[in-house]
């Protein structure tokens, strides 16, 4: 498979994994904030060729696990609703609310669908004109511009019964929040290379400038991930902090000019509410008012009453890179893949997820 | 959930490709990339090309890769 | 997800010109057990599946039988119907099959009871009956008994299907999943994921175009020549829903093994790699149906691969991994970068009916 056999050569990996050895690396953190990234390393088994002195943390990347327990509470409460089919992207389904998940509600007759496109979701809203479907829209800058295209085509094709459930996050304010809360000595971040593919690297450009941490944008392969923990250490040794691309091939320093413009005609920034990391502002993606009757939070009535969060999860501080997985009580006894306490163990993007598959 | 993989456009019709990944096809919308070509690679995510793959710049990461091997 | 079936385009294939192909849909008649069920029997199931017990028509099949059985049962309610390299009545067949080959019996007798959908097309169902029909034919076995019912509209989806096989097993040959040992091969006849990848393409959710076929087969022929080179094979499994991994990881619970498995020997076709890359799926979790792993000896490897490629099912054979040694059961994989990493069993559903 041309541009992915090639960042997998196992005879590179080896020279990078040597290169990085040579630099003697000391107490090194370098967090990785992309679900993507936290399921390569694992997947490919990356740690156990880099020396000890570097140490990858996994933070908030998984979009499902930053969901809020509130929003998850309220798709079940929109699910639920007669006439309505609840599409949305498979790791969602098995989330638990504070009773209930999609998938125990699609059990119990909901109409829940999981889709590989939210075109998908158009296509069923085209043939179910009797009925409301909305997708639950999870995700970051990736897939924002995917779903922008969804709205916006619904409008210009007059798909009355389609909404979405605006749930999107940015990767730079939760960046910020985590530097400003200075849990943990950060030497350095990984940069999740689809992200910038969307928004380019100007956005963590304050990450460097304002608190002097090195980021590189790194592409998925063990090679892509391997050279940019490399290139972040040449910068940590050289006392350099700047944004870098690895992901050369695939990420422009200016982003995709034509998916920021329709981020920005059917999008506004809004502040969210982030499970681990609390509410940050600007920090959200909400349907500016041109697509109000687009908006599921608009449609329906979807007050909760206050979530209960399972007490004793970790899922907050695992999200922060501030406890590993094994470090929470609930890992791999009560919280299993198959009876999961939080999003972090059920998301196939999950930190707590890839520790239990890979490294238990 | 970033997964997007590079896959080889092989026909285009205004905002959509037919792609080839290793002999499996699909269509994708490519709204987003301008002066796209067949024989281009592009990123495809959740159905939608987010970027094409800048294949000077592939050449020239896999180049200083391999002067990577090759030292020493 | 979409019906599991669809109107048959093109003519009705040539058959038997009866009062049955006038009918063109099933009708809750059919499955009454009155002259419409009777005359369906007659003139579209028995003709197919034609043998001497099976004609004489009686309420239970009376057969002979001196020694060791093996006796299984398994349900299908693959989503679509029809899918490259085979069908559903091709399935029904040989995965009970293959659940007696891999006990080390040779399999004997098959009975299939299906319950039909009312409006099911007569000819699809026609279709599916000839479909079994011809991979009892090529496993050797028969098919002496069965049943067929028809349920309301939208009360199942197209057909469902249940076979139950028994064989005879030779009491020489003492196969089960709890018997691996420390030092064992582990030996696949081919390429892995072909099935849940031709599922996957048939299916219109995903709206993927591939040339991958089913590898669904009847490997009770080439079990048996395995046997016959060897008879210190220890453990014999078909790697269906779950995939290869969750099959390892059964043998290993069972066995109280510790087993290692070797990304790069793993024989991954180019086209369910690009399904599996796009999908963000793991192809050692996708379902095989013509897939046999055998443990074995290491010194018996040899013979056995040798034996195996001369097989058209196993040209592909290879070693994929050994058995370590006893211990918590594990199933580690190691990588094509050369670290090592734990292959856990599948949790949750990768895709639902997929056999």
Known sequence: ?360 | ?72 | MARAWSLLKGPVPPGINTIVDMEERILLGHGSGGKLSHRLLKEVVFPCFSNPILDKADDAAIFDCKGRLAFTTDSFVVHPLFFPGGDIGKLAVCGTVNDLAVMAAKPLYLTAACIVEEGFEISLLKKVIRSMAEAAKLAGVEIIGGDFKVVEKNSCDGIFINTTGIGMVDAKVKVSGNNAKAGDAIIINGNIGEHGAAVMSARQDYKLETNIKSDCAALNHLIACILKTSSKVHVMRDPTRGGVATTLNEVALQSGVRIQVDEDSLPIPEAVKGVCELLGIDPLYMANEGKVLVFAPGSESKKILSAMRKNPLGKNSRIIGEVIKKDTPLVLLRTAIGSTRILDMLTGEQLPRIC
């Open chain 2, 1 to 72: 959930m970033c997964l997007a993989i590079p896959v080889k456009v092989i026909k285009i019709k205004e905002n959509s490709a037919q792609v080839n990944m290793a002999g499996v096809k699909r269509l994708v919308d490519v709204r987003f990339l301008e002066g796209l070509q067949v024989g281009d690679y592009i990123l495809v995510h959740a159905g939608f090309a987010i970027e094409k793959i800048d294949e000077e710049q592939a050449k020239e990461t896999l180049k200083l890769l391999e002067q990577i091997y090759y030292d020493e």
């Open chain 1, 1 to 360: 498979m041309k541009y992915i056999d090639e960042f997998r050569d196992k005879d590179i990996v080896k020279k990078l994994a040597q290169r990085i050895k040579r630099l003697k690396p000391q107490n090194i953190n370098l967090m990785e904030v992309c679900g993507t990234h936290t399921m390569a390393i694992f997947r490919s088994g990356i740690k156990q060729i880099l020396p000890q002195g570097v140490n990858i943390i996994s933070g908030p990347g998984c979009p499902v696990c930053v969901t809020d327990q509130g929003d998850i509470d309220s798709m079940l409460k929109l699910a639920g609703i007669k006439n309505v089919i609840s599409t949305s992207f498979g790791d969602m389904l098995r989330v638990p609310g504070t009773t209930s998940s999609l998938e125990k509600e699609r059990a119990k007759g909901c109409d829940i669908r999981s889709v590989y496109s939210p075109l998908d979701s158009l296509e069923i809203a085209r043939e179910n004109k009797n009925k409301e479907v909305v997708f639950l829209a999870v995700g970051f800058e990736t897939t924002s511009p995917a779903i922008a295209s969804a709205v916006s085509d619904a409008r210009e094709n007059k798909l009355d019964n389609f909404s979405i459930y605006p749930c999107h996050k940015l990767i730079p304010p939760a960046l910020e929040a985590l530097l400003k809360a200075k849990e943990l000595r950060l030497d350095g971040f990984i940069c999740p290379g689809h992200v910038s593919s969307i928004i380019g690297s100007a956005s963590y450009e304050f990450v460097a400038s304002q608190h002097k941490i090195p980021c590189v944008i790194s592409g998925f392969e063990p090679v892509d991930i391997l050279e940019s923990i490399l290139m972040l250490l040449k910068q940590i040794r050289e006392e350099r902090a700047e944004v870098e691309i690895q992901y050369k091939r695939a990420v422009r320093p200016e982003g995709n000019p034509l998916a920021r413009e329709l981020l920005k005609d059917v999008f506004t920034t809004t502040e969210a509410r982030w499970r681990g990391l609390g509410t940050i502002p600007e920090s959200g993606l909400n349907l500016n008012s041109d697509f109000k009757k687009f908006n599921a939070k608009e449609k329906f009535d979807l007050t909760v009453k206050n979530p209960v969060r399972p007490g004793n999860c970790l899922c907050g501080q695992v999200l922060r890179g501030v406890k590993t997985p094994d470090q929470c009580g609930l890992f791999a006894k009560a919280c299993t893949p198959e009876n999961p306490y939080g999003p972090c163990m059920v998301s196939s993007e999950g930190t707590c997820a890839a520790w239990y598959k890979y490294n238990r």
